[in-house]
């Protein structure tokens, strides 16, 4: 989609492998590209490598997913960073595995640890930690962050802080720990604390939660939705549409 390739898998496919790895050794990252991801690295062929480095690409935005299917790609269904980090978390608690969770104001990554275990409750947690904000722009800040998740020496990493940041440092932390797995998941970890709720399965399905997270955060997200993403999923849409019609075209 764009200028990237996502994995046409189901959610559940995406945690077998994730266990798979774990048993083999193997570490990796997840990617879960939304709209916006999708259009950085249309724009950004720096943010499009970035991406590329990270084993798992998933349709995260019902916009990604359409597209694909009307390009021709059996894309299964949504697979979002916040959903991500349930099924992961559960995964990790049935194989004797241990989390981290890095991102969310002072208290949120603590607050969603405690939820995460309340439901699993063989869930180890390694640590949490919640940077200072600019934390990524001084060297000090940035390896300080490393060395604690190092030292920690979890199996899985959820890393919520927003496409690219969470991205480049995962770039960091995996050559620090090549066995983990990590997730950026962006709100994921604030959601998993309660601090917001996510839309009813329904309106999610109908790919209109991104309306319900901008009635919960319209200051931040107006601008982001309605004047970048909203047109480029609209020119996504097109250019799938464009692809299959010309492919057909071969075809006949």
């Not at 620090?176 to 797995?181: K, Y």
Request: contains cysteine.
């Amino acid at each position: 989609m764009g200028a990237v390739d996502v994995w046409a898998v189901r959610e559940s496919a995406v945690a077998d492998h994730v266990v798979r790895a774990w048993r083999s050794g193997d570490g990796g990252a997840i990617v879960t590209a939304n709209v916006d991801i999708v259009r950085a690295a249309t724009r950004d062929r720096s943010l499009a490598a970035l991406i590329a480095e990270s084993e798992v690409v998933v349709a995260d935005g019902m916009p990604v997913v359409w597209a694909g299917r009307l390009a021709g790609v059996d894309v299964p269904e949504r697979v979002t960073g916040s959903s991500l980090v349930y099924t992961l978390s559960e995964a990790a608690a049935r194989e004797g595995r241990s989390v981290y969770l890095l991102g969310g104001d002072t208290g949120v990554p603590e607050k969603a640890a405690a939820a995460l275990v309340a439901l699993y409750p063989a869930l180890r947690v390694a640590g949490t930690d919640s940077p200072p904000f600019g934390f990524d722009r001084d060297e000090t800040g940035t390896a300080e962050a490393v060395a604690k998740v190092a030292k920690a020496n979890p199996d899985l990493v959820l890393v919520g802080l927003g496409f690219p940041k969470q991205e480049l440092l995962i770039r960091r932390l995996r050559a620090e720990l090549p066995d983990a797995w990590f997730l950026g998941c962006g709100a994921g970890i604030p959601m998993a604390a309660g601090e917001f709720k996510r839309a009813s399965s329904t309106v999610q399905k109908l790919g209109g939660e991104w309306l319900h997270r901008l009635a919960l955060e319209p200051r931040r997200l107006a601008k982001r939705y309605l004047r970048d993403d909203l047109p480029f999923a609209l020119r996504l849409l097109a250019q799938a549409l464009r692809s299959r019609a010309r492919r057909d075209n071969k075809a006949g």
